[in-house]
T-cell receptor
Framework: GAVVSQHPSRVICKSGTSVKIECRSL??????MFWYRQFPKQSLMLMAT?????????EQGVEKDKFLINHASLTLSTLTVTSAHPEDSSFYIC??????????????FGPGTRLTVL | DQQVKQNSPSLSVQEGRISILNCDYT??????FLWYKKYPAEGPTFLIS?????DKNEDGRFTVFLNKSAKHLSLHIVPSQPGDSAVYFC????????????FGTGTLLAVQP
C-alpha cells in the first residue's frame, strides 16, 4: 500500500520555540493532505486540510497563525507549530490522499509525531 | 461534542473467538463509515468501510454492520487472532458541507493466545 512518512517521530522543545513537522507521501502524489492532533485517550481531531499549491483550510478553533501549514509539492506538507507552549504537547498525525482517489478509504496515514513542549 | 463514540476503551478476547467492536454516532448526515487499525508507533491503516445505503459489508474475517435507525455500527472479527491486537478507530464521513472524517476515540483490542 501507499506509504506516508513523518519526521521527526518525536520532538521535545522549550516553550516559545517553533517546531516543524514534515509529512511525505513516498510512492504517490498527494493532492490533499490532512493534519490531525490526538490528545491522550481522545480521538483524532482534524486540524486542517491542505491542497497542493493553495492555502490550507483550518477547522474551527484551530489558530492558523499558530499552526502554519505549507503544501508546496505533491509529496510534501509541513506543519509548523509556532511559539509552542506546553498545551501544544500532543500527538500530531498527517494523512495523504492520492490524486486519483475516489473513495475515502484511500487516505493513508503517517506514523505520527509526538511533540512535547517543556 | 463527540459525534462518534467508542464507549469501550478496551476489549480482551480469546484467540479463535469473535471480537465485536462498537461505535455510535449522532449525526444523521454521516454517509460513509470506516474502520481503521492502528499499531503502536504506526499510523492508522484502513480496514473496512460501509456506505450508509448498506447494512453489512464483509471482507474475509472482518464484517461491519450498520444500523442506521440506532446510529450504531459494529466491527466483527472472527476468528480473532493475536495479530489483530491493536487500537481500532471508527470514523464517519460528514456528507454534509464539510465532507471530512470524524474519528472515535478508539478501542484497544487484545487477543489472548
Amino acid at each position: 500500500g501507499a506509504v506516508v512518512s513523518q519526521h521527526p517521530s518525536r520532538v521535545i522543545c522549550k516553550s516559545g520555540t517553533s517546531v516543524k513537522i514534515e509529512c511525505r507521501s513516498l510512492d504517490f502524489q498527494a493532492t490533499t493532505m490532512f493534519w490531525y492532533r490526538q490528545f491522550p485517550k481522545q480521538s483524532l481531531m482534524l486540524m486542517a486540510t491542505s491542497n497542493e499549491g493553495s492555502k490550507a483550510t483550518y477547522e474551527q478553533g484551530v489558530e492558523k497563525d499558530k499552526f502554519l501549514i505549507n503544501h508546496a509539492s505533491l509529496t510534501l506538507s509541513t506543519l509548523t507549530v509556532t511559539s509552542a507552549h506546553p498545551e501544544d504537547s500532543s500527538f500530531y498525525i498527517c494523512s495523504a490522499r492520492e490524486r486519483r482517489a475516489r473513495q475515502y478509504n484511500e487516505q493513508f496515514f503517517g506514523p505520527g509525531t509526538r511533540l512535547t513542549v517543556l | 461534542d463527540q459525534q462518534v463514540k467508542q464507549n469501550s476503551p478496551s476489549l480482551s478476547v480469546q484467540e479463535g473467538r469473535i471480537s465485536i467492536l462498537n461505535c455510535d454516532y449522532t449525526n444523521s448526515m454521516f454517509d460513509y463509515f470506516l474502520w481503521y487499525k492502528k499499531y503502536p508507533a504506526e499510523g492508522p491503516t484502513f480496514l473496512i468501510s460501509i456506505s450508509s445505503i448498506k447494512d453489512k459489508n464483509e471482507d474475509g474475517r472482518f464484517t461491519v454492520f450498520l444500523n442506521k435507525s440506532a446510529k450504531h455500527l459494529s466491527l466483527h472479527i472472527v476468528p480473532s487472532q493475536p495479530g489483530d491486537s491493536a487500537v481500532y478507530f471508527c470514523a464517519a464521513r460528514d456528507g454534509g458541507a464539510t465532507n471530512k472524517l470524524i474519528f472515535g476515540t478508539g478501542t484497544l483490542l487484545a487477543v489472548q493466545p
